[in-house]
């Protein structure tokens, strides 16, 4: 393989983010370097993702309405003879190496070395799913992504994987796949039971936009965000493992609750038709709790979408807040930390809307802010937080909506 530049990166069907090369990227250069003996040939990048509205509604065939931040994955390769590939990171000890003919690829048993899973999942689905004839390489990753924050790390490794082990092998391919590709290395191979809401977020953003994404039809509508706001994230602090949460648990209640209205997806389902079989004794009162916050927040992230179209961040923020008290009234996927950080946001001067973002039961929370004030909502926040939760360690991000994932030049 040779070449980064534009021809190159035309044949590949890759488009360039026009990211120059900076510290993060001369680091990662240095590791790769280091580990390996040689200079990388590529260089690749995918974002994490925020979501405004719409959660838990992605595998319910239903509207999310995320936008791609400004933190990513990053990832430096060189083609390397023979069927292995080796993997390391700037956050984590060691090499990982793993056989390109094994079937299937094993997973990790070192603790310290299970991030790589997400790696060897998407060659293995790139190559048994996708029929693709991968080449051994070298690949070095970095990330400023939190990880467990709701904020799509996984996502963000996943998507960012798929596209250097597409560029090793000289191959194209649409994002939309990417982020399918990405999505059932996830599913099938990592064990978590997640939509395609975070990879087609990261494969598929648009520099500026936030995106209505219909997990249905995979059809992305960009919009900008009003004028005179910022988008806030603030991590908790407070971590969780989606296979190990009660994250698949929602998910089964959800299907189950499909299942029990005679529909496939509740993306199907009205909150009439809701209330009709709740009526007629068809849904426990749990189901059913689950059930009305996804047919709500599809609702809600439509009309958010319509917000955005008339510049409305007043009616905006109001919907966030409707959509973090569903979120912990009826689908439980809240907790303390998260609950107090959205209820210190709603307080503070020039925020419009607060909620969770993610799966819930830990992570980060989004904040619509009125950018005058960003800087003393920052400050405030910060401290609010801390005194209510002295143990924990926030920390509050102002983003842009970044572009989706492509490549970086070196």
Known sequence: MSGTGEDSTKRLGIKASGHPMDPRTQELVAHFQQAYGSAPERAVRAPGRVNLIGEHTDYNHGFCLPMAIERDVRIVLRRRPGRSVRVTSVQQPGVVEFSLDARPIPKATAKDQRWADYVKGCAQVLRDEAGIELVGCDLAVTGDVPLGSGLSSSAALEVATIHALLAAASVGMEGERIAQFGQRAENAYVGTNCGILDQLSSACGVLGQAMLMDCRTLQLTPA??????????????????????????????????????????????????????????????????????????????????????????????????????????????????????????????????????????????????????????????????????????????????AAGAGTLAL
């Open 224 to 401: 900008p965000l009003p004028a005179g706001v910022a988008v806030v994230i603030a991590d908790t602090g407070k971590r969780r493992g989606l296979v190990d949460s009660a994250y698949n648990e929602r998910r089964a209640q959800c299907e189950a609750g499909a299942k029990s209205l005679g529909v496939s997806h509740l993306r199907d389902v009205t909150l009439h038709g809701l209330r009709t079989a709740v009526a007629s004794g068809k849904l426990p009162a749990a189901a059913a709790r689950r059930c009305e916050h996804v047919i709500a927040e599809n609702g809600r992230t439509q009309a958010a979408f319509a917000c955005l179209r008339a510049g409305d961040a007043e009616a905006l923020g109001q919907l966030m807040d409707q959509s973090h008290d569903d979120l912990r009234q009826k689908f439980e996927v809240t907790c303390a930390e998260l609950d107090d950080m959205v209820a210190i946001a709603r307080a503070l001067p020039g925020c419009l809307g607060s909620r969770m973002t993610g799966a819930g039961f830990g992570g980060c929370t989004v904040s619509l802010v009125r950018e005058p004030q960003v800087a003393a909502f920052v400050t405030a926040l910060t401290a609010g937080y801390r005194a209510a939760h002295p143990a924990m360690t926030p920390a509050v991000y102002v983003t842009k909506a």
